[in-house]
């Protein structure tokens, strides 16, 4: 981005992984997940980084309006897929106006939407939780 841009929204380019700490009441915990826009799911040692740090869970926000009825939301989910099966991990992608899913960490698609659909759903993704590596189920999806 231009210098003066930056300046002006207070924008700046990262210099580490998305970690984040979500407390979630119904576990009595925090959630350890990362995330990682939209192309850097093209990078594997961005969400790499952040599985060895111990996150649990991956989420992908994207908005693909630029590339329309394109294949490229597809392509992306299926860079999402392969990240989900790469590091053992649930994948939830979540767009504005692309494809939507929360993936398994076996690769299969728990949840998906169409092309720009208009929804909303509340999902519970396996988290990686224990020594093991073994996902554990907290639920399925419920759409609102």
Do not use: K, W
């Not at 908005?63 to 897929?81: D, H, K």
């Not at 994948?91 to 720009?116: A, C, H, K, N, Y």
């Amino acid at each position: 981005m231009d210098p003066r841009t930056d300046r002006e929204l207070g924008a700046a380019a990262g210099t580490g992984i998305g970690l984040l700490d979500v407390p979630i009441v119904r576990l009595g915990r925090a959630v350890p997940i990362t995330t990682a826009i939209c192309f850097e799911v093209a990078y594997d040692q961005l969400i790499r980084a952040s599985v060895v740090a111990g996150r649990e869970l991956i989420v992908i926000p994207t908005n693909n309006a630029s590339f329309g009825l394109t294949q490229e939301p597809t392509q992306q989910l299926a860079m999402s897929r392969f990240r989900a099966v790469d590091h053992g991990r649930a994948v939830v992608q979540i767009s504005t106006v692309g494809v939507s899913s929360m993936i398994g960490p076996d690769g299969t698609f728990l949840e998906r939407t169409g092309l720009s659909p208009a929804t909303r759903r509340a999902c519970s993704p396996p988290l990686r939780c224990d020594g093991a590596g073994q996902p554990a189920s907290n639920g399925p999806c419920q759409e609102s």
